[in-house]
């Protein structure tokens, strides 16, 4: 499975419906960090899938997403178990690193 676009208009169903653990990364076209770490979540949710479902969120075109969760840097990576936040961290982190929050 690939990385969900997620936006204000597919977020409940595919985040807080979801019946699986949901990896969110909180992004802009601009940033570079989330450039960086954009190869790192593609590989995570292709091996993944059939444990979590990814999704990426453009804080340009969803402010209120990113206003709901309190998105004050970006990349920030946040985890949603059913329905609710088991996770978040702000910044560049490795593979390992993310796979242990999950």
Known sequence: ???LTITNKNYEKEVLQSDKTVLLDFYADWCGPCRMMSPIIDEIAEEMSDKIKVGKINVD??????????????????????????????????????????
């Open 1 to 3: 499975m690939s990385v």
């Open 61 to 102: 075109e969803n402010q209120d997403l990113a206003m709901e969760y309190e998105v004050m840097s970006i990349p920030t990576i946040i985890i949603i178990e059913n329905g609710r936040v088991k996770n978040s961290f702000v910044g560049v982190r490795d593979k390992n690193d993310i796979l242990t929050h999950l």
